[in-house]
């Protein structure tokens, strides 16, 4: 907002001319996000409280110490994060972009899925909350209005019809391969894969919220890069017109994250809740698709692959064999079962997620 009322002043204004830059409002949106979230966090814990009663459900079958440790604790803090986000966003971005609507779109689409989701889970004092088919079919119905949305975005600012619907493959410059429609469910894949994914990493204070900081952050940066002819072509990466104006978003997640993990470091005082990773994942997933770097979200997002796909091996082993592979899924809690502290299991996980955003950073380069 604060870019369609002031850029136009810019050649009148010298302080205007500021808001011309995507990197200045990116930290204008990262600071916003961060305040709302830090300032609010107290009086809605307070409020989550006094409405929640006895918090989020712990699982009884879980781990031991949580039912005595986190039973009580307030979710739907996931909110506090979509409200630093859509602030900050909203703010400093540049409102005409179709790009910023199109990840406010699915963020916010994720974030009512899961507060439903929450929603149901306290009011009932039960761990099931929305229907599980239900649930997946509303995500790929916001997920496919994006990719779609997406899509048309990109052939509009000038991309070439073929290159919208193809998969770009990191480490190599020339390897694009056109899926023509298939391309819409393979983006449905991402988004919603993302999100589920950050979901079940969801399951430690502050497992989750950090992960994803990192992801945004290394996604801001490629959204930045891609979204510059001279960068994308220095770097011989595919020019994606109009996608830097997602760094602004990425700021403000960040920030937003920031001032959540106050609250939610341990021992956490609230939780992200569905209405938080969700959203968070949701948004990660519609970034990595509007830049054409879906493959590149699976190496930067990493971990979040690793806790889903524990709970998929799991599941499939268990129907196959009768027998579990790990202890318990997702894998944080198989690692608690094996006598972990929690302290321990995040922090090593913060650093597995450093290091694959490095990793993902260097495919920009290394072709």
């Given at each position: 907002?604060?870019?369609?009322?002031?850029?136009?002043?810019?050649?009148?204004?010298?302080?205007?001319?500021?808001?011309?830059?995507?990197?200045?409002?990116?930290?204008?949106?990262?600071?916003?996000?961060?305040?709302?979230?830090?300032?609010?966090?107290?009086?809605?814990?307070?409020?989550?409280?006094?409405?929640?009663?006895?918090?989020?459900?712990?699982?009884?079958?879980?781990?031991?110490?949580?039912?005595?440790?986190?039973?009580?604790?307030?979710?739907?803090?996931?909110?506090?994060?979509?409200?630093?986000?859509?602030?900050?966003?909203?703010?400093?971005?540049?409102l005409?972009?179709?790009?910023?609507?199109?990840?406010?779109?699915?963020?916010?689409?994720?974030?009512?899925?899961?507060?439903?989701?929450?929603?149901l889970?306290?009011?009932?004092?039960?761990?099931?909350?929305?229907?599980?088919?239900?649930?997946?079919?509303?995500?790929?119905?916001?997920?496919?209005?994006?990719?779609?949305?997406?899509?048309?975005?990109?052939?509009?600012?000038?991309m070439?019809?073929?290159?919208?619907?193809?998969?770009?493959?990191?480490?190599f410059?020339?390897?694009?391969?056109?899926?023509?429609?298939?391309?819409?469910?393979?983006?449905?894949?991402?988004?919603?894969?993302?999100?589920?994914?950050?979901?079940?990493?969801?399951?430690?204070?502050?497992?989750?919220?950090?992960?994803?900081?990192?992801?945004?952050?290394?996604?801001?940066?490629?959204?930045?890069?891609?979204?510059?002819?001279?960068?994308?072509?220095?770097?011989?990466?595919?020019?994606?017109?109009?996608?830097?104006?997602?760094?602004?978003?990425?700021?403000?997640?960040?920030?937003?994250?920031?001032?959540?993990?106050?609250?939610?470091?341990?021992?956490?005082?609230?939780?992200?809740?569905?209405?938080?990773?969700?959203?968070?994942?949701?948004?990660?997933?519609?970034?990595?698709?509007?830049v054409?770097?879906e493959?590149?979200?699976?190496?930067?997002?990493?971990?979040?692959?690793?806790?889903?796909?524990?709970?998929?091996?799991?599941?499939?082993?268990?129907k196959?064999?009768?027998?579990?592979?790990?202890?318990?899924?997702?894998?944080?809690?198989?690692?608690?079962?094996?006598?972990?502290?929690?302290?321990?299991?995040?922090?090593?996980?913060?650093?597995?997620?450093?290091?694959?955003?490095?990793?993902?950073?260097?495919?920009?380069?290394?072709?």
């Amino acid at each position: 907002m604060l870019y369609l009322l002031l850029s136009p002043l810019a050649e009148d204004l010298q302080l205007a001319n500021l808001f011309r830059y995507i990197t200045f409002r990116t930290g204008g949106a990262l600071m916003t996000a961060m305040l709302i979230a830090f300032l609010l966090g107290k009086p809605m814990i307070a409020w989550l409280r006094r409405k929640q009663g006895k918090g989020q459900p712990i699982r009884a079958e879980g781990i031991e110490r949580h039912v005595v440790e986190k039973t009580g604790t307030p979710t739907m803090g996931g909110f506090l994060i979509l409200l630093g986000v859509m602030v900050g966003t909203l703010l400093w971005a540049d409102l005409s972009n179709a790009y910023v609507w199109i990840v406010v779109f699915v963020t916010a689409g994720f974030g009512v899925i899961g507060f439903i989701d929450d929603y149901l889970k306290v009011t009932k004092q039960s761990t099931a909350g929305f229907s599980g088919r239900l649930k997946l079919a509303t995500e790929f119905i916001i997920a496919l209005v994006a990719v779609v949305w997406a899509t048309v975005t990109a052939r509009g600012l000038g991309m070439d019809t073929g290159m919208s619907t193809s998969i770009a493959f990191p480490f190599f410059k020339d390897l694009v391969i056109n899926i023509g429609p298939l391309f819409y469910a393979f983006g449905c894949i991402v988004i919603v894969g993302a999100g589920n994914a950050v979901n079940m990493t969801d399951g430690l204070d502050g497992l989750a919220i950090v992960p994803v900081m990192i992801a945004a952050a290394t996604f801001g940066a490629i959204a930045y890069v891609v979204g510059r002819v001279d960068f994308a072509e220095y770097l011989q990466v595919h020019y994606t017109a109009g996608t830097g104006e997602l760094l602004v978003f990425c700021g403000a997640l960040i920030g937003a994250g920031l001032g959540f993990l106050w609250w939610n470091a341990p021992p956490a005082m609230v939780f992200m809740g569905d209405t938080g990773s969700l959203s968070l994942g949701g948004a990660l997933g519609a970034i990595a698709v509007a830049v054409k770097h879906e493959i590149v979200l699976a190496i930067v997002g990493g971990l979040f692959v690793l806790e889903i796909v524990s709970v998929m091996v799991q599941v499939a082993s268990f129907k196959l064999t009768g027998k579990r592979v790990f202890k318990m899924a997702p894998i944080h809690h198989h690692f608690e079962r094996h006598g972990w502290a929690e302290p321990t299991i995040v922090i090593r996980f913060w650093i597995i997620a450093v290091v694959l955003a490095l990793i993902g950073l260097a495919t920009l380069k290394l072709r």
